[in-house]
């Protein structure tokens, strides 16, 4: 369920940009797919959104999957690149 909700934004997002988005519409719903898919995280009693908890502690671990996200966007045909 979590990943139809994530396709139909991608679509949403697709048919206003021709098949193509931009960085900032990439993080959005590499951000999302993160959140639905793992939650939040618990650091020394404070909650966080797993997508900013990733980015802010490992900010290269974060654009390496931000990246392989959009490799599989495109691989699937959901998007014809990004810039």
């Known amino acids: 369920m979590?990943?139809?909700l994530v396709i139909a934004n991608e679509r949403e997002i697709m048919q206003t940009r021709k098949n193509i988005i931009t960085e900032w519409e990439l993080e959005k719903l590499?951000?999302?797919l993160l959140d639905d898919v793992y939650g939040t995280?618990?650091?020394?009693?404070m909650e966080y959104d797993t997508s900013?908890?990733?980015k802010?502690?490992?900010p290269i671990a974060y654009r390496v999957?931000?990246?392989e996200y959009a490799d599989d966007l495109i691989?699937?045909?959901y998007?014809?690149?990004?810039?």
Do not use: F, K
């Open 2 to 4: 979590v990943y139809s």
């Open 30 to 32: 590499y951000n999302q």
């Open 41 to 45: 995280v618990t650091i020394a009693g």
């Open 52 to 54: 900013r908890a990733l």
């Open 56 to 58: 802010d502690t490992d």
């Open 65 to 67: 999957g931000m990246h």
């Open 75 to 77: 691989t699937e045909g």
């Open 79 to 83: 998007i014809d690149g990004w810039d």
